[in-house]
């Protein structure tokens, strides 16, 4: 069975997106099949990090159309070029006002969310999905946790996040969530990585799979391209690589996806 990896955060901006779109990079460079699919419909983003932008300005099908019904999933999934033998596809939320509006007014069926994670899992024969959520919890977010065979959560080591992450690894557990991995993002310099990563570690009970540091090369790249393609040498892609590790294990290991059927 392919492998459901859910990145999720409690609070927005903790660069969840972009450890979605690295961490999918890198699998895909691996040789597998991936593709990604942002349910942050209400703040969508990660078609920016992918070079989407223009195609979703004249017109390109996104997750709305699917969830409306003007499209299937697989029109909505976008391939993007990756280097090596794999592939990769992203399904992008909208970035039209009136769609993000309809959504906030409307809501959408999860139901239906779920029957296209399936149908894109088996159109494209994909190794693993990724599902990169809203932050908080919410209905679409319990969903995405529920179905996941890996969820990362991701948080800043900040007070308010700290708080927030206790509440979503307790849903987490409670939904039986098989592996649950902390990702510390944007971690000053001039902290003891040893002593952030134990800490956490300690306060939540679960393993951090990576510590990554504020980086500046980061900020200058200001989303224009996924960090791990415009910065393979940096110190923080090698971090980033321990998720694709940990992404990899899964998929070898055979993931369930037994959730979608």
């Known amino acids: ?14 660069g969840k997106s972009t450890i979605t779109a690295s961490t999918a990079v890198l699998t895909a ?6 593709a990604v699919v942002d349910t942050d419909i209400q703040s969508p983003g990660i078609h920016v ?33 990756v280097a090596g033998a794999g592939s990769l596809h992203v399904v992008p939320g909208s970035i039209k006002t009136v769609e993000i509006a309809k959504v906030l007014k409307e809501g959408y069926d999860v139901g239906r969310l779920n029957e296209g994670f399936r149908d894109l899992i088996s159109g494209l024969n994909l190794d693993v999905l990724f599902i990169d959520t809203h932050p908080g919890l919410n209905e679409e977010t319990l969903l995405s946790i529920a179905i996941s065979d890996l969820l990362f959560l991701v948080l800043r080591p900040d007070q308010q996040d700290y ?42 009970g ?14 200058q790249l200001s989303s224009r391209d996924v960090f791990v393609q415009a910065h393979p040498d940096d110190a923080l892609s090698r ?4 998720l694709a590790d940990l992404v990899a294990a899964l998929i070898d290991s055979g993931g369930n996806g037994d959730a979608l059927l």
């Open 1 to 14: 069975m392919p492998a459901i990896v859910s990145i999720h955060s409690f609070r927005g901006g903790t």
């Open 29 to 34: 460079r691996r040789g597998y099949r991936v």
């Open 49 to 81: 990090l992918f070079g989407l932008s223009d195609a979703l300005d004249q017109g390109g099908t996104t997750l709305n159309d699917f969830l409306w019904g003007r499209a299937t999933i697989l029109d909505a999934a976008h391939e993007v070029p």
């Open 163 to 204: 708080q927030g992450t206790g509440v979503t690894v307790e849903v987490a557990r409670r939904l039986g969530v098989p592996d649950l991995q902390l990702v510390l993002n944007k971690v000053p310099a001039s902290f003891d990585l040893e002593q952030v990563r134990s800490s956490v570690e300690t306060a939540y």
């Open 206 to 219: 679960s393993p951090a799979a990576a510590v990554l540091l504020q980086s500046e090369a980061m900020m």
């Open 239 to 242: 971090e980033l690589g321990r």
